[in-house]
Nanobody, 120 residues
């Protein structure tokens, strides 16, 4: 499975960005999808996830506070993260993740990350 993230950029506080992650390869093996973020010197943290793509069950970190929405387009093989009400503390590299089961074995795949900078 290959993941290609895009959509990051510079935005003012209170603004919005839409991150997109294009998936290719053995996409039928994908069982979960997620967006993480990484700040230098800090632990990578989960932002939002679709815990099970078959049921669409979602998860959001507490710090999201209703500002972000994760969604999946099965036909286009993309997962997006709509981010509204951005704050300076949301500045990070955002990475998409796919959890797959192939031949009964769980694998994690990561995209390359896209930089989000929230600043006035």
């Amino acid at each position: 499975v290959q993941l290609q993230a895009s959509g990051g950029g510079l935005v003012q506080p209170g603004g919005s960005l839409r991150l997109s992650c294009a998936m290719s390869g053995d996409v039928f093996s994908i069982r979960s999808l997620g967006w993480y973020r990484q700040v230098p010197g800090k632990v990578r943290e989960l932002v939002a996830a679709i815990r099970d793509v078959r049921t669409g069950t979602t998860y959001y970190a507490d710090f999201v506070e209703g500002r972000f929405t994760i969604s999946r387009d099965g036909a286009a093989n993309t997962v997006t993260l709509q981010m509204n009400g951005l704050k300076s503390e949301d500045t990070a590299v955002y990475l998409c993740n796919a959890g797959t089961i192939q031949n009964g074995i769980y694998y994690d795949y990561w995209g390359q990350g896209t930089q989000v900078t929230v600043s006035s």
